[in-house]
């Protein structure tokens, strides 16, 4: 699951979290994972047709996949926004902390869908994964169709002008030729440090996109980006 993950981001996005912090939180095991891998600690093989979908075979990601793990940083994700959020003097409400851990913990769900038999339940044993990254059409409808639900509930749950509306269609837009680029464009495999620091990149130049969407058109700046 790649592009997938963020239609949490945008489904869930209602208060005033802001939508970079939601971004961050979708793939906040990721990043463990990708810093993880790149410190040597978690285990990562690129090999090019692994499956259909995806030449990533992580077969040690127990700090970051597991299902423990993805418990417990969830819980840690909801912590430290609400800690952040007093540090900063922001308005807050214990709803906050719930909804930006459900956004860490809907990463696992989605990869127990996507991912073949790789994510442990607890330390590196146990392991599911409903395999759909084998299927490559199926699994990259199932992208697209999270996705524009995702932006769909967006748009009809915030009120925003119009040219933040054009702005996030056209993110979607670019979502999903990234998608069709990483399902279906052939590349030479990377190794596993070059394919962690990608992720690092990538993803953290979504946030930052994300951040200045939600900026366009919006007015004078409130100190209360709580929910």
Request: proline content about 4%.
């Amino acid at each position: 699951m790649f592009v997938g993950h963020y239609s949490v981001a945008f489904a869930v996005r209602t208060g005033k979290i802001p939508l970079w912090v939601l971004f961050v939180a979708v793939q906040f095991l990721d990043y463990i994972w990708a810093t993880l891998v790149l410190l040597g600690i978690e285990k990562l093989r690129v090999i090019k047709g692994f499956t259909a979908g995806s030449m990533l075979d992580s077969y040690f990601h127990p700090y970051s996949h597991s299902l423990i793990a993805a418990v417990l940083w969830s819980g840690a994700a909801g912590l430290c926004y609400k800690l952040l959020c007093r540090w900063r003097g922001y308005g807050y409400t214990k709803s906050a902390a719930l909804i930006v851990g459900v956004a860490v913990f809907s990463h696992w769900i989605l990869d127990l869908i996507a991912h073949p038999r790789d994510l442990p339940i607890y330390d590196n044993t146990a392991k599911v994964g409903f395999g759909l990254w084998n299927y490559r059409d199926p699994e990259f409808a199932l992208e697209i169709a999270l996705l524009a639900l995702g932006i769909a509930l967006y748009l009809a749950r915030n009120a925003i002008p119009a040219i933040r509306k054009g702005a996030v269609i056209a993110f979607g837009i670019a979502l999903v030729v990234i998608q069709i680029g990483d399902t279906y464009v052939p590349r030479t495999a990377l190794s596993d440090k070059a394919t962690a620091l990608g992720v690092w990149i990538f993803y953290t130049l979504f946030v930052l996109i994300a951040l200045f969407v939600e900026r366009i058109g919006a007015g004078p700046q409130t100190n209360t980006p709580g929910s």
